[in-house]
């Protein structure tokens, strides 16, 4: 079998992101078959036994994971000019009352903190903050299969053959899309469910359909609901919540 970066199989086994994994290995956090490595590209067997010694394991239990509700108006990422990007809500002013989680605000936690998947400037919702390399492979990776749910306001007419499509049997950007679950939440808006996140998918997918979105709101991510997070406020998701 073809040796590969040690980084690259620690990613692959969800043991941390690349970038911790190289700095695992800088510190010698890391054994391969119960021994030490300490060089940068080290190339092993995929079938080769990877641990993390008790320093790594150390380090990813102090990493935290928030749980933001997007306004409408904040990018997810790195904004552009004239816009702002949603991480500066995660303040201590804006932390959600009714956490209990148990961790106590630091500045500290802002730090390598980064947004797991995108949510446009125009939708608002739930966005995942974390520091933790395994949360964002585990819902983002090219293999992440966590469920998103989000109700959408709409315009327009939609037909049965209409709904069988936004089901299933569209393409974007020239790939067909997975199956989702579309139906009708109430008269003017549908709850979607998809287990991918192409750029504006679900903007475009009604478009593909004859809809028009004029509103559209995350509230799931996996077994994480958004429930009573109020517009603008976050909190930490806790020791005992899991996606």
Same mark, same amino acid.
């Given at each position: 079998m073809e040796k590969i970066r040690l980084s690259k199989l620690m990613s692959e086994l969800?043991?941390?992101?690349?970038?911790?994994?190289?700095?695992?290995?800088?510190?010698?956090?890391?054994?391969?078959?119960?021994? +030490?490595?300490?060089?940068?590209?080290?190339?092993?067997?995929?079938?080769?036994?990877?641990?993390?010694?008790?320093h790594a394991i150390a380090a990813q239990s102090g990493r935290v994971t928030m749980l933001l509700?997007?306004?409408?108006?904040?990018?997810s990422g790195?904004?552009?000019?004239?816009?702002?990007a949603a991480i500066i809500l995660i303040t201590k002013e804006n932390q959600y009352k009714g956490d209990k989680s148990g961790i106590k605000f630091s500045k500290s936690h802002l730090k390598n903190l980064a947004p797991a998947g995108r949510l446009d400037i125009d939708s608002q919702g739930l966005i995942v903050f974390t520091q933790d390399g395994r949360t964002a492979k585990l819902l983002i990776g090219k293999s992440s299969d966590?469920?998103?749910e989000y109700?959408?306001? =709409?315009?327009?007419?939609?037909?049965?053959?209409?709904?069988?499509?936004?089901?299933?049997?569209?393409?974007?950007?020239?790939?067909?899309?997975?199956?989702?679950? =579309?139906?009708?939440?109430?008269a003017d808006q549908l709850r979607f469910v998809l287990k991918e996140g192409k750029k504006r998918q679900i +903007? +475009?997918?009604?478009?593909?359909?004859?809809?028009?979105?004029?509103?559209?709101? +995350?509230?799931?991510?996996?077994e994480i609901k958004l429930e009573n997070l109020q517009t603008g406020k976050w909190r930490y998701l806790s020791a005992e919540e899991h996606f």
């Open positions: 969800g043991l941390c992101s690349r970038r911790e994994a190289d700095e695992y290995i800088e510190r010698g956090w890391v054994l391969v078959d119960g021994e +030490r490595v300490t060089a940068l590209g080290t190339k092993v067997d995929p079938a080769q036994t990877v641990t993390l010694d008790e509700n997007k306004p409408i108006g904040y990018v790195t904004p552009e000019k004239g816009y702002k966590i469920e998103k109700l959408v306001r =709409v315009q327009g007419m939609l037909d049965a053959a209409g709904l069988r499509l936004l089901n299933h049997g569209l393409s974007l950007d020239g790939a067909p899309l997975k199956p989702a679950e =579309v139906s009708w939440q109430n +903007r +475009r997918m009604c478009e593909q359909v004859g809809l028009k979105v004029t509103g559209l709101k +995350r509230i799931r991510i996996g």
